[in-house]
């Protein structure tokens, strides 16, 4: 029988379960984070120009991690460069994503290929990326979830509402600087200096489930972007100290203390 958009098949990766972790920075139950695997951090996060930022490495494996903070099943729709990473269509809410279980935990390691395979996220030169690589290169450099509650689990999470007040329209003549000044960024920016490319196959198994969502918009969306190093200063966002610039003072540079030079101290 065919299905419309409700219930939706889903994929639920398998992935071990670890106690309540305390509330992320996203605004809702679904943390998103992005880890380097050949170092074995998470990338930290840059807040700028409105956007959230990650300083990736050209050439390294990367994972994306899923923490639901929630007590109830979520479905998330995972994009990355555009694409739904689970099908390789162009990204879009309504699509089939992974159900995460309360408190749960997944690493995504990559583009799925089976319920047996994905093929590596890896940073690379944004021409050879997958999204470049099938003719879709328009949205390379971000990565985004969209993130549904179940049906009938929907009273468990209710909250009390709070009513603010709605911002009220620019003034045209405001309206027209603003779109100025956006310009001006959108044209001294660097161009893109990574995409996520389509890298070796690795075994990772997930099953099949059904998920009945409980609105038609995702509940919270979240979005990602990553760049280079290089990139990131360039459009005035702090990452690391340029090579030569002096290091900050440390409290605690030294576990012990040293002997002066030329000292002797009395035994």
Same mark, same amino acid.
């Given at each position: 029988?065919? =299905?419309?958009?409700?219930?939706?098949?889903?994929?639920?990766?398998?992935? +071990?379960?670890?106690?309540?972790?305390?509330?992320?920075?996203?605004?809702?139950?679904?943390?998103?984070?992005?880890?380097?695997?050949? %170092?074995?951090?998470?990338?930290?996060?840059?807040?700028?120009?409105?956007?959230?930022?990650?300083? @990736?490495?050209?050439?390294?494996?990367?994972?994306? =991690?899923?923490?639901?903070?929630?007590? !109830?099943?979520?479905?998330?729709?995972?994009?990355?460069?555009?694409?739904?990473?689970?099908? @390789?269509?162009?990204?879009?809410?309504?699509?089939?994503?992974?159900?995460?279980?309360?408190?749960?935990? $997944? %690493?995504?390691?990559?583009?799925?290929?089976?319920?047996?395979?994905?093929?590596?996220?890896?940073?690379?030169?944004?021409? =050879?990326?997958?999204?470049?690589?099938? %003719?879709?290169?328009?949205?390379? @450099?971000?990565?985004?979830?969209?993130?549904?509650?179940?049906?009938?689990?929907?009273?468990?999470?209710?909250?009390?509402?709070?009513?603010?007040?709605?911002?009220?329209?620019?003034?045209?003549?405001?309206? $027209?600087?603003?779109?100025?000044?956006?310009?001006?960024? $959108?044209?001294?920016?660097?161009?893109? $200096?990574?995409?996520? +490319?389509?890298?070796?196959?690795?075994?990772?198994?997930?099953? %099949?489930?059904?998920?009945?969502?409980?609105?038609?918009?995702?509940?919270?969306?979240?979005?990602?972007?990553?760049?280079?190093?290089?990139?990131?200063?360039? =459009?005035?966002?702090?990452? !690391?100290?340029?090579?030569?610039?002096?290091?900050?003072?440390?409290?605690?540079? !030294?576990?012990?203390?040293?002997?002066?030079? @030329?000292?002797?101290?009395?035994?």
């Amino acid at each position: 029988m065919k =299905r419309l958009i409700l219930p939706l098949l889903t994929v639920l990766a398998l992935c +071990g379960f670890k106690p309540p972790l305390p509330p992320g920075h996203d605004p809702g139950p679904v943390h998103l984070s992005v880890i380097d695997r050949d %170092d074995g951090q998470p990338l930290h996060q840059y807040r700028a120009q409105g956007q959230r930022w990650v300083a @990736g490495q050209q050439g390294h494996r990367y994972s994306v =991690r899923l923490r639901n903070a929630g007590p !109830t099943r979520v479905l998330v729709v995972l994009s990355v460069d555009g694409l739904n990473a689970i099908t @390789g269509e162009v990204a879009a809410p309504g699509q089939t994503g992974y159900v995460l279980n309360p408190w749960q935990t $997944a %690493d995504i390691h990559g583009w799925r290929k089976s319920s047996q395979e994905v093929a590596q996220f890896v940073f690379t030169d944004p021409g =050879r990326s997958y999204a470049a690589r099938t %003719d879709r290169p328009d949205n390379i @450099g971000v990565i985004g979830i969209a993130v549904f509650n179940e049906a009938g689990a929907l009273s468990a999470q209710r909250r009390p509402a709070i009513a603010r007040p709605q911002a009220r329209p620019a003034p045209a003549q405001a309206e $027209a600087a603003m779109d100025a000044a956006a310009s001006r960024m $959108a044209s001294a920016a660097p161009a893109p $200096a990574l995409g996520t +490319g389509h890298g070796q196959r690795e075994e990772s198994q997930v099953r %099949d489930t059904d998920f009945e969502r409980a609105t038609r918009m995702p509940a919270q969306t979240v979005e990602v972007r990553y760049d280079s190093t290089r990139n990131l200063r360039a =459009r005035g966002i702090l990452v !690391t100290p340029a090579a030569g610039e002096a290091a900050r003072p440390q409290a605690f540079p !030294t576990q012990y203390v040293p002997d002066p030079p @030329g000292s002797r101290l009395p035994r």
